[in-house]
């Protein structure tokens, strides 16, 4: 028998079906039943006259159907995420990489040029440290 879930997870589609189906169903035949499956195959069985075990037969196709759709959307997820690591990985690679070579570049500067290296970080160190400082008797 078809569950609340895939009731109202598909529910627009299965109103459709059962209208065409079952001619005899209003719209407000198929809105009044707030989700309780047992009171919409009442309904449909007394405006059709139709056997309870012919409607259960019939629910259990979309039952089986929304079943196979949460089992291709899960699977979809499951290769979205693969993918998603996969490029996840990649980029942080390239940054490890990138940061990687960006350390060597300035290992090699600070090897050829050992006091202009010692004076641009002398240099940046005593401008952050005023910047702080400014910074911290500005609020006060």
Do not use: C
Not at 34 to 43: F, I
Not at 88 to 102: I, K, N, P, T
């Amino acid at each position: 028998m078809i569950n609340q879930q895939v009731l109202q997870g598909s529910w627009n589609e299965i109103r459709g079906k059962l209208r065409t189906k079952w001619g005899q169903l209003t719209d407000d035949d198929l809105t009044v039943f707030n989700g309780d499956v047992e009171q919409l195959v009442g309904t449909i069985q007394r405006k059709t006259g139709e056997a309870r075990e012919t409607i259960e037969r019939y629910f259990e196709q979309f039952g089986s159907e929304g079943a196979a759709a949460i089992g291709r959307a899960t699977e979809a997820g499951r290769v979205y995420a693969h993918q998603a690591a996969e490029a996840v990985q990649a980029s942080s690679q390239r940054a490890a990489a990138s940061v990687r070579e960006g350390y060597a570049e300035v290992e090699d500067l600070v090897h050829k040029r050992p006091v202009a290296s010692l004076a641009v970080t002398f240099g940046v160190g005593l401008l952050a440290g005023v910047a702080a400082t400014l910074y911290l008797l500005r609020w006060r």
